[in-house]
Each structure stands twice: as structure tokens, then as C-alpha cells.
């Protein structure tokens, strides 16, 4: 079973910039898609960020060119660097891996909160 664990989340202003980690158990990066899904309150989880065994992302439109995704396979972490930071980018940050390279979600981290506000 693999066990993912996130932080970096905190309070910023808008226009600043927050790293998030995850770090994985066990090693899966090498076999799996990993992603970053975020959820505010009375909205639905939506997909922030892919980054697949082959090297290859997908970023979520509001957050293209402000998001970055990586992965460390020898620290077996997947980081999520965010810049430029809204409001509205304010929610729980949740770090999933395994199953589809769409829509990774066979595992999943209990998230970290990221609060966007002056």
C-alpha cells in the first residue's frame, strides 16, 4: 500500500508563490502517473496538474504557465510549484498517484490547505 503525505500548503499573499511536496512511501513514480488535484469549499475537486511516468504534464487551463509539476524519483516526491498565486487558486491541495494517466487516484494523500488572500 502506498501512503502519500503533502505539505508546503500555508496562508500567502496574491501574487506570491508557494511549493507543495508530496512524498510517496514507496517508489511509483517510475510506473505512475502522479497529479495534483485541489477543492474548495462547495465546489467540486478538480484536476490542478499530471505528471506521467514518461516525463510528459498536463496543467488545468486556469493554471498553465503559473503551475509547474515535477517529481524527484530518488526523493520519491512530486512537488507542485505555484507562482503568480489568485484568490482564487485558494483550496485543499491533494496529491494522487497510480491507476490512470488521465486522472491518477489509486492513491491519495489527505491534502494541504492553501489560502490565497491580502
Not at 502506498?2 to 517508489?27: I, M, N, T
Not at 482564487?88 to 492513491?107: F, K, R, V
Request: positive net charge; hydrophobic residues 30%; charged residues 15%.
Amino acid at each position: 500500500q502506498v501512503q502519500l503525505v503533502e505539505s508546503g500548503g500555508g496562508l500567502v499573499q496574491p501574487g506570491g508563490s508557494l511549493r507543495l511536496s508530496c512524498k510517496a512511501s514507496g517508489s511509483i513514480f517510475s510506473d505512475y502517473a502522479m497529479g495534483w488535484y485541489r477543492q474548495a469549499p462547495g465546489k467540486q475537486r478538480e484536476l490542478v496538474a499530471v505528471i506521467r511516468s514518461s516525463g510528459s504534464t498536463y496543467y488545468e487551463p486556469s493554471v498553465k504557465g503559473r503551475f509547474t509539476i515535477s517529481s524527484d524519483n530518488a526523493k520519491n516526491t512530486v512537488y507542485l510549484r505555484m507562482n503568480s498565486l489568485k484568490p482564487e487558486d485558494t483550496a485543499t491541495y491533494l496529491c494522487a498517484g497510480g491507476g490512470s494517466n488521465w486522472y491518477p487516484g489509486d492513491y491519495w494523500g489527505q491534502g494541504t490547505q492553501v489560502t490565497v488572500s491580502s
